[in-house]
């Protein structure tokens, strides 16, 4: 069964700060999908990892994948208050379209 | 191009009644999938539509149904409501069965 783990779960952060989510899966995937989520909103897509080595910034964020170590990370770059949100990743284990998500890593950037 | 949307957006049951939520796919989207959200977690995965036809089912009972259209709208049904069923239900589009999710702004459901 494909499992997700990210960690931490929750992260309070100080303006400025850096800091990286992490997201580890449990069997082989090619691909990789971050998420933001806002309290009471729906998902937003951040980023679409399809391979080893992938690397996308955009913005104060920066994802990378690893497929051996199947290892994905988000980094969060110089943080502001805006960024504060719920980062779900998840993977697509079978190839088939359907995600299996982490528990998410609740983020709270604070002044 | 219209996004994803869903409805309706809030809901409220009582334990056994019967509940559809609906769901119009982006533009060119020919695949729905549905995900449960409980309150805290991660989405879960539903099941997943397909030219009309189920592609794909979760861990969920036989009483989470579903439907897709000729338009490639779809339903998501669940009979006899229990407590737990209570969660945020979001529904995603894609252009075939593997491209990337885009996401409707999801059906609060609360079982009472």
């Known amino acids: 069964e494909l499992k997700v783990e990210q960690n931490p779960l929750f992260l309070s952060m100080q303006e400025g700060k850096n800091y990286t989510i992490y997201c580890n899966y449990s069997?082989?995937?090619?691909?990789l999908y971050w998420y933001r989520q806002d309290p009471g909103k729906s998902l937003e897509s951040l980023f679409v990892?399809?391979?080893?080595?992938a690397v996308k910034q955009e913005g104060r964020l920066m994802a990378s994948l690893d497929t051996k170590a199947r290892l994905s990370t988000l980094h969060i770059t110089a943080a502001v208050h805006d960024l504060s949100a719920t980062y779900f990743c998840?993977?697509?284990?079978?190839?088939?379209?359907?995600?299996?998500f982490g528990k998410g890593t609740k983020l709270s950037v604070k002044p | 191009e219209t996004g994803v949307t869903q409805s309706p957006t809030h809901l409220i049951k009582t334990r056994g009644q019967q509940v559809t939520l609906r769901c119009s796919s982006q533009s060119g989207h020919n695949t729905v999938s549905w995900y449960q959200q409980a309150l805290g977690q991660g989405p879960q995965f539903i099941f997943q539509y397909y030219r009309e036809e189920e592609n794909g089912r979760g861990n969920f009972p036989p009483r989470f149904s579903g439907l897709q259209f000729p338009n490639y709208s779809s339903e998501l049904n669940v009979n006899a409501l229990e407590l737990d069923d209570s969660a945020l239900y979001l529904c995603?589009?894609?252009?075939?069965?593997?491209?990337?999710?885009?996401f409707g702004e999801g059906s609060r459901l609360t079982v009472l």
């Open positions: 990892l399809l391979s080893n080595g």
């Open positions: 998840a993977v697509d284990g079978r190839g088939q379209g359907n995600l299996i």
């Open positions: 069997t082989t995937s090619d691909r």
């Open positions: 995603a589009s894609s252009l075939d069965r593997t491209g990337e999710l885009f």
